[in-house]
């Protein structure tokens, strides 16, 4: 279980979150749904332990983040797959060696050797890719490939959790629909506990068991997708149809 | 604070003090950091090696062709100055000392913090901005042992090697000017050559070389771990790598030319 209370951050002289609670439990798929930088990802990042509150707490399996050392905040890595904005694939690598970055031990220790091609090829099969990429460099790839081949190197191996930063910023709609039907499927299918931050209400609508709007540095609204498309908040509404006029209310 | 900065000239004194203070310590902890990594040979080993080809083995053909110049110039302005004044000789000794003490060094050190610190700041700086330094911590490694300590460590070791090359050359290229465009033998060379040189100016060439090395790859590393702001704060972080260990290396000619001589 991923829980979030009261998490303040500031950056740059500003409140980028304002006191954040979030609670995202075994199995869910949470989405967080706000503007250009409302601190979607910045939330993101303190659950992995990149960015350290400057008020507040992240727990994560009864962890507080903030209080693990070195070999703790490796453990809980090793348990969580993020899925970058841009892919963050390694631009010196290939994609069989990128993906074999994604090899983490119990321990939270690198695996020891090169995983075999038939590992590399499984994991690309599971996003869909065939495996022949594998020796391709990360330029050589799309848009779309890339983002799953982020998504191939998150699930290189077990994890409990998988956080995506912003999955369907900048693919054409059709990719876009791939990739989202890709998440729900590796959660129907690895059974894990998801956070998606994005902008894309489409992505939030057709991935999403229930849906945050964060507003401001605070959890404006939050619930299902049904809920969502009838609620009434001026900042919600906004939102599901582009009006920039409700959202600056 | 900022826009009371710009109006007195003071505090926006104060600012870039307080900044420059923040640099110090950030690279305090940057280097801390990258001596704790020193425990974990599996991770920077092999990238060590890679650093080690691509400062050492590929700066190579630059070195020689600077140094190569340094020593052909060296014995012409020498042969210049001295005619008719001093015995041809000294040529020997100007341009062996000035190679071992000054140039050798110097030159290799400045034309490195141009192509390898350029070439670490622009890279690591792009890592950071497009999150694959993040992405490798999110992998459970450590990005100082991966990225940082390589790279300094490959500098340490390939500087001196490359010092090496660029005595030997300076001084061959020197003697060969010499020979061909002054009055004067091997044997004058050779006289003059040995007539001030010591073995402590082998080591002071080296030390320096040790010193360089750490310098122009540290400052670089730092500047690019820490880069902001997408291609332009690449762009501008490679500039300041440059400027920044270039001055780094002229102030510990300095201190080490005090201290040591």
């Known amino acids: 279980m991923i829980e979030i209370r009261n998490l303040r951050k500031w950056l740059g002289g500003s409140a980028v979150l304002a006191g954040v609670d979030l609670t995202v439990r ?17 939330l993101l990042k303190h659950i992995v332990g990149l960015l ?63 995983p075999a091609p038939e590992e590399i090829a499984r994991c690309l099969r599971i996003v869909n890719l065939d495996p022949s990429v594998m020796h391709l460099m990360p330029a050589e790839l799309s848009g779309g490939m890339r983002k799953r081949v982020g998504i191939a190197r998150a699930v290189a191996c077990p994890r409990r959790y998988l956080l995506y930063d912003e999955p369907t910023t900048g693919l054409d709609p059709m990719t876009a629909d791939v990739i989202n039907r890709l998440i729900v499927d590796l959660d129907d299918r ?60 | 604070m900022r826009a009371s900065a710009a109006a007195f000239p003071a505090l926006r004194f104060m600012n870039h003090a307080v900044d420059l203070a923040a640099h110090v310590g950030r690279f305090g902890l940057l280097m801390r950091d990258v001596v704790r990594a020193l425990g974990d040979v599996r991770t920077y080993g092999p990238q060590t090696l890679a650093q080690a ?75 950071r901005v497009t999150e694959q330094i993040d992405a490798l911590e999110t992998l459970a490694r450590d990005p100082v042992s991966y990225l940082v300590t390589p790279r300094i460590l490959a500098g340490a070791l390939m500087v001196p090697v490359l010092v090496v090359f660029a005595d030997a050359v300076g001084i061959v290229s020197g003697w060969l ?10 044997t004058d060379f050779l006289e003059g050559a040995r007539l001030y040189n010591k073995p402590f100016d082998y080591a002071y060439s080296e030390i320096k070389a040790l010193a360089f090395g750490l310098a122009l790859t540290a400052v670089p590393c730092y500047i690019g771990f820490h880069a902001t702001g997408g291609a332009e704060g690449v762009g501008r972080a490679t500039t300041r790598a440059v400027v920044a260990s270039s001055v780094m290396i002229l102030l510990l000619n300095t201190l080490l030319a005090k201290m040591l001589l």
């Not at chain 1, 999403?208 to 001026?234: F, V």
């Open chain 1, 26 to 42: 075994e199995g869910e798929t949470a989405v967080v749904i706000g503007g250009s930088g409302a601190g979607k990802s910045v």
């Open chain 1, 52 to 114: 350290k509150p400057d008020e507040g707490e992240v727990w994560v399996d009864g962890e507080r983040v903030a209080d693990l050392d070195r070999q703790g905040l490796a453990r809980l890595r090793g348990k969580i797959g993020y899925v970058f904005q841009g892919s963050a694939l390694f631009d010196s690598m290939t994609v069989a060696e990128n993906i074999a970055m994604g090899c983490i031990g119990p321990d939270g220790r690198p695996a020891v050797g090169r």
């Open chain 1, 190 to 249: 690895l059974g894990v506990t998801s956070v998606v931050v994005t902008h894309d209400m489409k992505t939030a609508f057709a991935v999403g068991d229930w849906i945050a709007l964060l507003h401001e540095g605070t959890i404006r609204w939050s619930g299902s997708a049904e809920e969502m498309s009838h609620a009434e908040d001026p900042i919600v509404r906004g939102f599901l149809e582009g009006r920039a006029d409700l959202l600056a209310v």
């Open chain 2, 53 to 127: 080809y691509e400062i050492g083995v590929r700066s190579l053909p630059i070195v020689f062709l600077i140094s190569a110049f340094a020593g052909v110039v060296m014995a012409l302005q020498a042969g210049y100055q001295f005619t008719g004044t001093v015995p041809w000789s000294i040529v020997g000794s100007i341009v062996t000392e000035s190679i071992l003490l000054e140039l050798g060094p110097v030159l290799t050190a400045l034309i490195l913090a141009g192509r390898v610190g350029a070439r670490i700041a622009a890279e690591l700086g792009t890592m």
């Open chain 2, 177 to 186: 000017a010499a020979v061909g465009t002054l009055p004067m033998t091997t």
